[in-house]
């Protein structure tokens, strides 16, 4: 088989670089993919954009694509897997419609309303003196997200009225995320332990994926701004087993079927983000219509089922049926960024220890980089890598990662040094 995985980031990598160890597979082409993915064997880089769905089509044409697998979401939200199914190509990722529980958080808030899923109060404004008075009234701590797609920074945790209003006046004012932040949701504070919570769908069966846990905010003890992830690892002690079946049967089935219901049946990587407090009762914080960055490294890295069998499952409608093998040892996935993150990131800088050699438990996955006039590999965005690796617990993975960093290097880098202190903290 020939395989196209869609996207540039280190998720994109990560999908690659499992699916490229199937026995199935002959060659994985990634598009427009990034300097990592043109150094693995059997990956071929071609310079289209995730969102350019006229050229991706006609690479699929030329390159007798077998399947594709869509990364990002504005991907998604450009109608990729609508264009490519209606085509004859098997493509596994979210229609433009169903991946509007992404594209749109009022679109999501809606739903979940609609269905009766757990989730925080909430509402919708695109006035900025309506929004305002909103805030006023209720106060803080208080959630202010913008409506559309801002890459992970469009939801600001307002622990203060003050920083509400800023927010409010940023967004709906100054336009700041543009288009994405034309609307806000404005949503109470949830007390509680976060976590993500991944499942593959059919349209009707779900296969869940190994539980994890992102690090949104910039610095040390989760503090600083929020960002894409800053690093996550897998399993997440917070989902119990109890949990899990809550999760399933109050949360991820009526999604699924309320989608199917509502004649756009989800077929793809459905996120649930999560908030679950401290008597077990999950809420529904976010979707997302595709696998998060940078929740899929450590994922992916504990995978032992051939990830093309599980994705064919699903196209044929027997996830039902289907199971998947996990390695039990946790993995841990460390973001290195570039100076300025989440703002304007400094970029151009050559990374040095990439070909360092590593044992079988680590993994580097290239998210911005790309090679220069001179053939080198250099920063070329805000997330620059996910290292990862596996350890027999949490904290041997956590040191085995950390010392794997300690051979990489590029001016400006800096990196989180507490991912996995919540699994830590649990003993």
């Given at each position: 088989?020939?395989?196209?995985?869609?996207?540039?980031?280190?998720?994109?990598?990560?999908?690659?670089?499992?699916?490229?160890?199937?026995?199935?597979?002959?060659?994985?082409?990634?598009?427009?993919?990034?300097?990592?993915?043109?150094?693995?064997?059997?990956?071929?880089?071609?310079?289209?954009?995730?969102?350019?769905?006229?050229?991706?089509?006609?690479?699929?044409?030329?390159?007798?694509?077998?399947?594709?697998?869509?990364?990002?979401?504005?991907?998604?939200?450009?109608?990729?897997?609508?264009?490519?199914?209606?085509?004859?190509?098997?493509?596994?990722?979210?229609?433009?419609?169903?991946?509007?529980?992404?594209?749109?958080?009022?679109?999501?808030?809606?739903?979940?309303?609609?269905?009766?899923?757990?989730?925080?109060?909430?509402?919708?404004?695109?006035?900025?003196?309506?929004?305002?008075?909103?805030?006023?009234?209720?106060?803080?701590?208080?959630?202010?997200?913008?409506?559309?797609?801002?890459?992970?920074?469009?939801?600001?945790?307002?622990?203060?009225?003050?920083?509400?209003?800023?927010?409010?006046?940023?967004m709906l004012g100054a336009h700041s995320l543009g288009a994405a932040s034309a609307r806000v949701v404005i949503e109470e504070f949830l007390e509680g332990e976060e976590a993500s919570y991944i499942v593959m769908s059919d349209g009707h069966n779900v296969l869940p994926l190994a539980t994890s846990q992102d690090h949104k905010r910039r610095d040390e003890g989760d503090l600083g701004p929020n960002t894409g992830g800053m690093g996550a690892y897998s399993p997440a002690p917070v989902v119990t087993a109890a949990v899990e079946q809550r999760i399933l049967n109050e949360i991820v089935r009526p999604t699924i079927a309320g989608m199917a219901a509502e004649g756009a049946p989800f077929i793809g990587f459905l996120y649930v983000g999560l908030m679950i407090d401290a008597h077990g009762n999950p809420r529904v914080i976010e979707f997302n219509a595709r696998l998060g960055d940078p929740e899929t490294q450590p994922i992916l890295m504990r995978l032992k089922s051939d990830l093309v069998d599980l994705i064919e499952d699903a196209f044929d409608g027997r996830l039902d049926r289907s199971v998947a093998q996990w390695d039990p040892r946790p993995a841990i996935g460390v973001v290195m960024a570039a100076s300025g993150y989440p703002g304007k990131p400094r970029t151009g800088d050559v990374i040095h220890g990439l070909d360092a050699r590593h044992e079988a438990d680590i993994a580097v996955f290239h998210a911005a980089t790309a090679v220069d006039a001179q053939g080198r590999v250099v920063s070329a965005g805000g997330r620059v890598l996910t290292v990862c690796a596996r350890g027999e617990d949490i904290a041997d993975a956590r040191e085995r990662v950390y010392a794997a960093i300690g051979h990489i290097g590029f001016d400006g880098a800096f990196w989180r040094r507490d991912i996995g202190h919540r699994a830590l903290a649990r003993g």
């Open positions: 088989m020939k395989i196209l995985v869609i996207g540039s980031g280190a998720r994109e990598h990560a999908i690659a670089w499992k699916i490229a160890q199937s026995r199935r597979v002959t060659e994985v082409i990634v598009a427009p993919g990034n300097a990592g993915t043109a150094r693995e064997p059997r990956m071929r880089n071609l310079r289209i954009a995730a969102t350019d769905v006229e050229g991706l089509l006609a690479l699929a044409r030329v390159e007798k694509i077998d399947l594709a697998v869509v990364g990002p979401e504005a991907a998604l939200a450009a109608g990729v897997s609508d264009q490519f199914r209606a085509t004859g190509i098997r493509c596994f990722g979210a229609s433009r419609i169903a991946a509007q529980l992404e594209s749109s958080k009022a679109f999501a808030k809606d739903f979940l309303v609609r269905r009766n899923i757990p989730t925080a109060g909430h509402a919708t404004f695109d006035d900025l003196n309506r929004a305002l008075a909103h805030v006023r009234r209720h106060g803080a701590p208080i959630v202010i997200k913008a409506d559309g797609l801002a890459a992970g920074k469009g939801v600001i945790v307002a622990l203060t009225l003050a920083d509400a209003e800023q927010a409010l006046h940023d």
